[in-house]
């Protein structure tokens, strides 16, 4: 295993690791529902598919849609 030939200042070390830490996902509000979500994720709510605030898929078209896949 090769070793490092000079000993990393504890500055440079704690500089590389200031992007490791990990950051929460951004939740927003559905104008249309008012419900939370992801942003930039479609989402289910009150049976309909809804993307930046608008339906996407109805749960009848939906249920189509897996009937015909099975």
């Given at each position: 295993?090769?070793?490092?030939?000079?000993?990393?200042?504890?500055?440079r070390k704690r500089?590389?690791?200031?992007?490791?830490?990990?950051?929460?996902?951004?939740?927003?509000?559905?104008?249309?529902?008012?419900?939370?979500?992801?942003?930039?994720?479609?989402?289910?709510?009150?049976?309909?598919?809804?993307?930046?605030?608008?339906?996407?898929?109805?749960?009848?078209?939906?249920?189509?849609?897996?009937?015909?896949?099975?």
């Amino acid at each position: 295993m090769p070793n490092p030939k000079w000993r990393h200042s504890k500055q440079r070390k704690r500089k590389r690791r200031t992007h490791d830490s990990l950051t929460l996902p951004t939740i927003g509000t559905d104008k249309t529902t008012g419900e939370h979500h992801m942003m930039h994720r479609a989402h289910w709510s009150e049976g309909a598919l809804f993307y930046r605030g608008r339906k996407v898929i109805e749960a009848a078209v939906a249920k189509d849609i897996e009937d015909t896949e099975a």
